[in-house]
């Protein structure tokens, strides 16, 4: 899973704001669950945490308790201030940076793996969940199933290309499908495998896709989906979660899945180093570069809690979270 994705992380790479002093990261990190975890206990070891780099391994928490959370996402242009989790029972919102939320969907709507807003209509929201795609066109009030064109209707990550907000991709349990009118019909892409879980769209050129898949591996395209080739110089594994695009440097790609580690490509996925010094969890479900720094990478794992190197990948340590399965990371610079 997941992904990064094209409009919260690729589009936001400034490194000063608008009164010249150098903005810091935030990084989000989506725990599903925890080795600690007691059903029908209070558990704070659960939910969406948040750090700035400076922190180390210093986390503060946001959201319910016993709540799986999968994915998060932040209101573009909100500074934070807006955010949207993909949990368990639904989609929650928040417009005041984590201090309280709103549940936006009835019980229709569960198993919320992705969440994605609008990058250009702060109104117009999409989910995927195990059961489709779903949309919301008035801030998070209703939503509307939108699976039209879906042979299979468990997808696990959408995003909106970042030329075209209207154009939309998602990766399904039988493959990867895009829309062209804000995700009213699907098609299949020119992918041959299934088990995607996860799209990811280069910073600058919208026609340059990835995807990570269950058992087959790698794929790139650089034609918009059209057509793609398997990325394996280097590789040894089969099944990824993740897959990245360097926002700072879009020819650096990282990947990681089940018992990969973290792999690295310094030339647009044409070969790939594998890099886990200090990586002593190989699960990882989920890698964020920071816009601001190339060299500072996360890696979240599954129970083996976030990872951390400052060194572009060639090295590792922890970085809190110990024995979280880490489903996401987001890192955004304000």
């Known amino acids: 899973m997941p992904h990064m994705n094209g409009f919260t992380l690729l589009a936001l790479v400034a490194l000063f704001s608008l009164s010249g002093q150098a903005q810091q990261s935030t990084v989000y990190v989506s725990v599903l669950t925890n080795k600690q975890f007691i059903s029908g206990a209070a558990d704070p070891h659960t939910g969406l945490f948040m750090q700035h780099p400076a922190d180390d391994t210093t986390w503060r928490r946001s959201g319910p308790i016993n709540t799986r959370n999968f994915h998060v996402a932040v209101g573009p242009g909100s500074n934070?201030?807006?955010?949207?989790?993909?949990?368990?029972?639904?989609?929650?919102k928040s417009t005041d940076a984590g201090a309280s939320w709103l549940h936006t969907t009835d019980w229709k709507i569960t198993e919320v793996l992705w969440v994605t807003p609008d990058p250009?209509?702060?109104r117009i929201v999409y989910c995927a969940t195990a059961y489709g795609i779903f949309k919301t066109v008035d801030g998070c009030k209703s939503w509307t199933e939108m699976n039209h064109g879906l042979g299979s209707t468990f997808t696990q990550c959408i995003i909106a290309d970042h030329e075209r907000p209207d154009k939309l991709y998602c990766a399904?349990?039988?493959g990867a499908y895009e829309s062209?009118?804000?995700?009213?019909?699907?098609?299949?892409m020119g992918l041959s495998v299934g088990g995607v879980h996860l799209v990811a769209q280069h910073p600058s050129d919208a026609r340059r896709?990835?995807?990570?898949t269950e058992e087959h591996g790698i794929y790139l395209s650089d034609n918009g989906g059209v057509s793609w080739t398997k990325s394996e110089s280097g590789v040894e594994h089969e099944t990824f979660f993740t897959v990245v695009y360097d926002p700072g440097n879009p020819e650096v790609l990282y990947a990681g899945g089940y018992m990969t580690g973290v792999y690295k490509?310094?030339?647009g996925g044409k070969k790939w180093e594998w890099l886990c010094k200090g990586l002593e969890h190989p699960k990882v479900h989920s890698i964020a570069v920071d816009p601001t720094n190339s060299n500072r990478v996360y890696a979240g794992t599954l129970w083996g809690g976030?990872?951390?190197?400052?060194d572009g990948g060639?090295?590792?340590?922890?970085?809190?979270?110990?024995?979280?399965?880490?489903?996401?990371?987001?890192?955004?610079?304000?």
């Open 306 to 310: 976030v990872y951390r190197s400052d």
């Open 80 to 92: 934070g201030r807006t955010l949207y989790l993909a949990t368990g029972p639904g989609v929650l």
């Open 180 to 188: 062209t009118d804000g995700g009213g019909a699907w098609r299949r």
């Open 120 to 122: 250009r209509n702060d």
């Open 172 to 174: 399904a349990d039988d």
């Open 209 to 212: 896709l990835a995807v990570a």
């Open 265 to 267: 490509s310094i030339d």
């Open 314 to 334: 060639q090295s590792w340590r922890n970085a809190g979270q110990m024995g979280s399965q880490v489903y996401y990371l987001a890192i955004l610079p304000f």
